[in-house]
């Protein structure tokens, strides 16, 4: 049984920073792709970032680039995303997935184990 456990969560001010960490076991970490995800109030979930199987590609949508960053330690079967200059906006539960295949993706469809979530916000 796949399981995905996500932790880090919490209230910061603008500007802040947190990292969040995503802890995996059931399937072999290192031969699939992970993500983030966030979903915000009335919104659709949205994805956040991708990273590949080894870690050495990842991609962010528009709106965190520059100031979030996903990575992974495969020894550890953990998965990472640093979150800094945070804003108001990027308030949300957030969930890291695992991927169907190793390749890095932002589609959400590739996307098919989830974790219950972890909550950010950020007060202005």
């Known amino acids: 049984q796949v399981q995905l456990v996500e932790s880090g969560g919490g209230s910061v001010q603008t500007g802040g920073s947190l990292r969040l960490s995503c802890a995996a076991s059931?399937?072999?970490?290192?031969?699939?792709?992970m993500g983030w995800f966030r979903q915000a109030p009335g919104k659709e979930r949205e994805i956040v970032a991708g990273?590949?199987?080894?870690?050495?590609?990842?991609l962010y949508v528009d709106s965190v680039k520059g100031r979030f960053t996903i990575s992974r330690d495969n020894a550890k079967n953990t998965m990472y995303l640093q979150m800094n200059g945070l804003k108001p906006e990027d308030t949300a539960v957030y969930y890291c997935?695992?991927?169907?295949?190793?390749?890095?993706?932002?589609?959400?469809?590739?996307?098919?184990?989830w974790g219950q979530g972890t909550q950010v916000t950020v007060s202005s």
């Open positions: 997935a695992s991927g169907d295949g190793g390749l890095v993706t932002l589609r959400r469809e590739r996307y098919v184990y």
């Open positions: 059931g399937r072999t970490f290192s031969a699939y792709a």
């Open positions: 990273i590949s199987r080894s870690g050495g590609s990842t």
